[in-house]
């Protein structure tokens, strides 16, 4: 949400006056451009309509700057103020035709003091593209702000402030988009050439937003450039080549398309099949989309907005007999994210502005699975395909199909009346979850995941439609001219829950002094189950008969933070949170018996191992329940160093987060699966000549969680006959008994080793041919640090037991380039 414009009641010193007006681009009203008074720490972001108000500005005069992404961002009016009045200005800015002069000036994150959002966190567009080691993805650069983390290296899934990826509100122009990553998650579908705005609230955000606990990335598609026919930039990254076409509709408005694909897929695919290493027919993990927006203004107070954004990921591949490896993968699958959604935008007065939305939503996928593998209980890590002799194997398959589709239609009214700064509104979610899965095991593969504690996969038909509807309402009110509060309460509907929630929300900022502010917050948040929400439980069974026994999750959040600017380059930021989480939905737990035998003695090699006998332990089934709570605390402090003028070289932040997250069962308390205690950032970027810049992106932090192994264990093979069931040990060809790893159950008692890693990038801005170019070189951790992923085991020939490690990302250098025309 922008900033809104500053309430007239609001009374004037004597010595003090106010700058207000409106600013404007080329083909309409420039929204969420950085207002800024020279000489004073004051300033403001213009709203939806590119109005602004600066509040308590001292008699006299004053060079007004404007900055916004992609226009030439410089001194653009004169303002004399007098004691007790108004002054206004308009301004129109101009497009920038040289990408330094983006590169010289980023927006202020000064914040207005009627801003009650407590937890706001966010990058320009630029820095998402140029931060070292982040591919040039919004996402990925996110996880250098405080209190968001990463799943792993090879995804860009966020973790924010201790709770999953599932919990994430994500839209795009307003839209929710339920499955927003591209080429299997290692980057996102926004675009970094397009994308105007980026917006994340880590916590206690307002009640416009519901069906999610944690938090929400609102991200914004820039308008196509309208002054002239065609514009156009051509951009090569490391995952991708990036298209983008833009400019001006004959009949008044604005269109942008842009296209994105993979090409390491077509260099390396010919390679491998030359090489053997795969065979048949060969698709590397790919990805291509297209995204496009049109705007076209009706009149002076009608304008529609249509996005639209169609992409497909694919892979393929059939590991050939020339492989040096002795096991064997064949695999296919394809998914395709499309949305077309429509903004009806009317602004019948300076003080109302209404937003209809409409949006069709499908993210489809199918493919199939099949393997044969090493026993991961074996140490095969330096084994060929010709060293087979004595290995066990077991083989796995499955074939999928899903669907999940979303129909919306929403309408937002905003009123500024007074004191008062009213939004309303409500929509209706028609959501078609389906999803076919079907598995193949062989006997030593289900003997492996029961030791284990776990259930078998079973095979899925689902198919749900359901309605869920919402209406919300909150009010910020200028208590004082330093003191604004803001009540909300949000109703949720959830026709397959058949509940009706109520969330309310309270939040309050308060300006200490011109400079400081002071922000709080609390609410309700409530989540409800589905299959769409799939990121880190994709193995539980949301079908219409386990559905109808879940309850929504619900989060309270408890937020307190200040941000002060410590002069007009330097701002701190600090902010302590609390979540607490109740009706967690957990994979059911049950006591039941299980087959298992112990070591007669422990001095004797090889082993002797009792006759197999039933105890009763805790074993885990893919039926969901709400039968777990939790919580997450911490506290996040971020010093950054702003670019205020052109003449300035360097920018960049610190940051430190301390995060604590648990969840309790039955009261028992282990740590979250996301669980990270200290998180460090160092961002940096230094022009160290005119046309040469320097980034650099330090990251340090605690390893995550993981299932510890607690010992050996024999195999055993269960069997039934005549309704008898008897349990045996199972041998190799030596007559040996085969061990197992033993893994502790619904528990993360392990951890990680800590994790660092520095990512540098250099990039200059030629003027080759008399065109604008941006060239880069990046390196992701340039000194090549080992930071572990997962933790398995494996079991030697003396019946230890051995970590097998799965490390992150090496040092991988990459170039790129940028060339606008």
Same mark, same amino acid.
């Given at each position: 949400? %922008?900033v809104q414009?500053l309430l007239?009641?609001i009374?004037?010193g004597a010595?003090? +006056?106010?700058?207000?007006g409106v600013?404007?681009?080329?083909?309409g009203?420039?929204?969420g451009?950085?207002?800024l008074?020279?000489?004073t720490?004051l300033?403001a972001? #213009?709203?939806?309509q590119?109005?602004?108000v600066?509040?308590n500005?001292p008699?006299g005069?004053y060079?007004?700057?404007?900055?916004?992404?992609?226009?030439?961002?410089?001194?653009a009016?004169?303002a004399?103020?007098?004691?007790?009045k108004r002054?206004?200005i308009?301004i129109?800015?101009?497009?920038s035709a040289?990408?330094?002069?983006?590169?010289e000036?980023?927006?202020s994150?000064?914040r207005a003091?009627?801003?009650?959002?407590p937890s706001?966190?966010?990058?320009?567009?630029?820095e998402?593209?140029?931060l070292p080691?982040a591919?040039?993805?919004? /996402?990925?650069?996110l996880?250098s702000l405080?209190?968001?983390?990463?799943?792993n290296d090879?995804?860009?899934?966020l973790?924010?402030?201790?709770?999953?990826?599932d919990?994430?509100?994500?839209a795009?122009?307003g839209?929710?988009?339920?499955?927003?990553?591209?080429?299997?998650?290692?980057?996102s579908?926004f675009n970094?050439?397009?994308?105007?705005?980026?917006s994340?609230?880590t916590?206690?955000?307002g009640a416009?937003?519901g069906d999610r606990?944690?938090?929400v990335?609102d991200v914004?598609?820039?308008?196509?450039?309208?002054?002239r026919?065609?514009h156009?930039k051509?951009?090569?990254? %490391?995952?991708?080549?990036?298209?983008?076409?833009?400019?001006s509709l004959?009949?008044?408005?604005?269109w942008l398309v842009?296209?994105r694909r993979t090409y390491?897929?077509l260099?390396?695919a010919?390679?491998?099949?030359k090489?053997?290493?795969?065979?048949?027919?060969v698709a590397?993990p790919n990805f291509?989309d297209?995204?496009?927006?049109l705007v076209?203004?009706?009149?002076?107070?009608n304008?529609l907005?249509l996005?639209?954004?169609?992409?497909?990921?694919?892979?393929?591949?059939?590991?050939g007999v020339d492989?040096?490896?002795?096991d064997s993968?064949?695999f296919?699958?394809?998914?395709?994210?499309?949305l077309?959604?429509v903004t009806w935008?009317?602004?019948?007065?300076?003080?109302?502005v209404a937003?209809?939305r409409?949006?069709?939503y499908?993210?489809?996928?199918?493919?199939?699975f099949d393997?044969?593998?090493v026993?991961?209980?074996q140490?095969?890590?330096?084994l060929s395909?010709?060293?087979?002799?004595? %290995?066990r194997?077991?083989?796995f398959?499955?074939d999928?199909?899903?669907?999940y589709?979303?129909l919306?239609?929403?309408?937002?009214?905003?009123?500024?009346a007074g004191?008062?700064s009213l939004e309303m509104?409500?929509?209706i979610?028609?959501?078609?979850?389906e999803?076919i899965?079907?598995?193949?095991?062989?006997d030593?593969?289900?003997n492996l995941?029961t030791?284990?504690?776990?259930?078998l996969?079973?095979?899925?038909?689902s198919?749900?439609?359901?309605?869920r509807w919402?209406?919300?309402?909150?009010?910020r009110?200028a208590v004082?001219p330093?003191?604004?509060?803001?009540p909300?309460l949000?109703m949720d509907r959830?026709?397959? /829950?058949?509940?009706?929630?109520?969330?309310p929300?309270?939040?309050?900022?308060?300006?200490?002094?011109p400079i400081?502010t002071?922000?709080a917050?609390?609410?309700s948040?409530?989540?409800s189950?589905g299959?769409e929400?799939q990121d880190?439980?994709?193995?539980?069974d949301?079908t219409?008969?386990t559905m109808g026994t879940?309850?929504?999750?619900?989060?309270?959040?408890f937020?307190?933070g200040?941000e002060r600017?410590?002069s007009?380059?330097w701002?701190i930021?600090?902010?302590s949170?609390?979540k607490?989480f109740?009706?967690?939905?957990v994979p059911?737990k049950f006591?039941g018996r299980?087959?298992?035998?112990t070591?007669t003695d422990?001095?004797?090699w090889?082993p002797?191992?009792s006759?197999?006998a039933?105890?009763l332990?805790?074993?885990?089934t893919?039926t969901?329940?709400n039968d777990?709570?939790?919580r997450s605390?911490?506290?996040?402090?971020?010093?950054?160093?702003?670019y205020?003028s052109?003449?300035?070289?360097l920018?960049?932040?610190?940051?430190?987060?301390l995060?604590?997250?648990d969840?309790?069962?039955?009261?028992e308390i #282990?740590?979250?699966l996301?669980d990270?205690?200290h998180?460090?950032?160092?961002?940096a970027s230094?022009r160290?000549a005119?046309?040469?810049e320097? +980034?650099a992106?330090f990251t340090?932090?605690? +390893?995550?969680p993981?299932i510890?192994?607690?010992g050996?264990?024999?195999?055993l093979?269960?069997?039934t006959?005549?309704?008898?069931?008897?349990?045996?040990?199972?041998?190799?060809a030596? +007559?040996n008994?085969i061990?197992d790893?033993?893994?502790e159950?619904?528990?993360y008692s392990?951890r990680l080793s800590l994790y660092h890693?520095l990512?540098?990038?250099?990039t200059t801005?030629?003027?080759w041919w008399?065109l604008?170019?941006?060239?880069? %070189?990046?390196?992701?951790?340039?000194?090549n640090?080992?930071?572990?992923?997962?933790v398995?085991?494996?079991?030697?020939?003396?019946?230890r037991?051995?970590e097998?490690v799965?490390?992150?990302?090496?040092?991988?250098p990459a170039?790129?380039?940028s060339?606008a025309f």
């Amino acid at each position: 949400m %922008l900033v809104q414009l500053l309430l007239p009641s609001i009374i004037f010193g004597a010595d003090t +006056g106010a700058i207000e007006g409106v600013v404007r681009v080329p083909d309409g009203d420039a929204a969420g451009a950085t207002v800024l008074i020279d000489r004073t720490k004051l300033g403001a972001i #213009t709203d939806a309509q590119g109005r602004f108000v600066v509040e308590n500005v001292p008699a006299g005069t004053y060079a007004v700057f404007v900055r916004l992404i992609g226009y030439e961002q410089q001194a653009a009016a004169v303002a004399e103020v007098s004691g007790g009045k108004r002054t206004r200005i308009d301004i129109m800015l101009r497009l920038s035709a040289v990408e330094m002069k983006q590169v010289e000036i980023t927006a202020s994150r000064r914040r207005a003091a009627d801003d009650t959002r407590p937890s706001v966190v966010g990058m320009t567009p630029r820095e998402a593209k140029y931060l070292p080691g982040a591919a040039e993805d919004v /996402l990925r650069s996110l996880r250098s702000l405080p209190g968001v983390l990463s799943v792993n290296d090879f995804s860009s899934q966020l973790v924010i402030r201790g709770s999953g990826p599932d919990q994430n509100f994500i839209a795009i122009d307003g839209f929710e988009v339920i499955n927003p990553y591209r080429l299997y998650g290692f980057i996102s579908m926004f675009n970094p050439e397009t994308v105007s705005e980026i917006s994340l609230e880590t916590g206690g955000f307002g009640a416009k937003y519901g069906d999610r606990l944690s938090a929400v990335l609102d991200v914004r598609n820039r308008e196509g450039n309208a002054d002239r026919l065609l514009h156009g930039k051509l951009n090569s990254s %490391l995952t991708n080549a990036n298209l983008i076409l833009e400019g001006s509709l004959p009949t008044g408005g604005s269109w942008l398309v842009s296209a994105r694909r993979t090409y390491y897929d077509l260099i390396l695919a010919p390679f491998l099949k030359k090489t053997k290493i795969v065979e048949g027919d060969v698709a590397l993990p790919n990805f291509r989309d297209v995204q496009g927006k049109l705007v076209v203004p009706v009149d002076d107070n009608n304008k529609l907005l249509l996005t639209g954004i169609s992409s497909r990921d694919g892979a393929q591949l059939t590991s050939g007999v020339d492989r040096n490896r002795p096991d064997s993968v064949s695999f296919l699958d394809e998914s395709y994210n499309t949305l077309a959604g429509v903004t009806w935008q009317y602004t019948p007065s300076p003080t109302v502005v209404a937003q209809t939305r409409a949006s069709w939503y499908r993210n489809t996928g199918a493919g199939a699975f099949d393997g044969s593998f090493v026993d991961p209980a074996q140490n095969s890590g330096d084994l060929s395909r010709s060293d087979t002799l004595g %290995l066990r194997f077991f083989a796995f398959g499955v074939d999928y199909d899903y669907s999940y589709k979303k129909l919306t239609l929403q309408e937002i009214v905003s009123v500024s009346a007074g004191v008062h700064s009213l939004e309303m509104g409500g929509g209706i979610d028609r959501l078609t979850t389906e999803r076919i899965r079907s598995f193949r095991l062989d006997d030593t593969f289900k003997n492996l995941i029961t030791s284990r504690g776990q259930a078998l996969p079973r095979d899925v038909t689902s198919s749900l439609t359901y309605t869920r509807w919402n209406l919300f309402l909150h009010d910020r009110i200028a208590v004082l001219p330093t003191l604004f509060v803001q009540p909300g309460l949000r109703m949720d509907r959830y026709e397959v /829950l058949n509940r009706t929630y109520l969330a309310p929300r309270l939040a309050v900022s308060y300006a200490v002094d011109p400079i400081t502010t002071v922000r709080a917050a609390t609410g309700s948040y409530y989540q409800s189950p589905g299959m769409e929400k799939q990121d880190n439980r994709a193995a539980l069974d949301f079908t219409a008969e386990t559905m109808g026994t879940l309850r929504a999750e619900r989060a309270d959040h408890f937020i307190a933070g200040i941000e002060r600017m410590l002069s007009a380059e330097w701002q701190i930021k600090a902010e302590s949170y609390y979540k607490r989480f109740t009706d967690v939905i957990v994979p059911q737990k049950f006591i039941g018996r299980v087959w298992t035998s112990t070591r007669t003695d422990a001095q004797i090699w090889p082993p002797v191992w009792s006759t197999p006998a039933q105890v009763l332990r805790d074993s885990l089934t893919s039926t969901p329940v709400n039968d777990a709570s939790g919580r997450s605390y911490g506290f996040e402090v971020m010093l950054q160093k702003l670019y205020t003028s052109s003449g300035e070289t360097l920018s960049g932040w610190i940051s430190y987060a301390l995060s604590y997250a648990d969840r309790d069962r039955h009261g028992e308390i #282990t740590p979250f699966l996301f669980d990270q205690r200290h998180a460090v950032n160092v961002v940096a970027s230094y022009r160290f000549a005119e046309r040469w810049e320097l +980034g650099a992106n330090f990251t340090l932090r605690s +390893g995550r969680p993981f299932i510890l192994a607690t010992g050996v264990k024999p195999r055993l093979r269960v069997e039934t006959t005549n309704g008898v069931q008897r349990a045996s040990l199972v041998r190799d060809a030596k +007559g040996n008994v085969i061990l197992d790893v033993e893994y502790e159950v619904d528990k993360y008692s392990g951890r990680l080793s800590l994790y660092h890693a520095l990512d540098v990038r250099v990039t200059t801005y030629p003027r080759w041919w008399g065109l604008h170019w941006s060239v880069y %070189l990046d390196v992701t951790n340039i000194y090549n640090h080992a930071n572990e992923q997962q933790v398995n085991y494996f079991i030697d020939d003396g019946g230890r037991l051995h970590e097998r490690v799965t490390n992150g990302l090496p040092i991988f250098p990459a170039l790129g380039f940028s060339l606008a025309f």
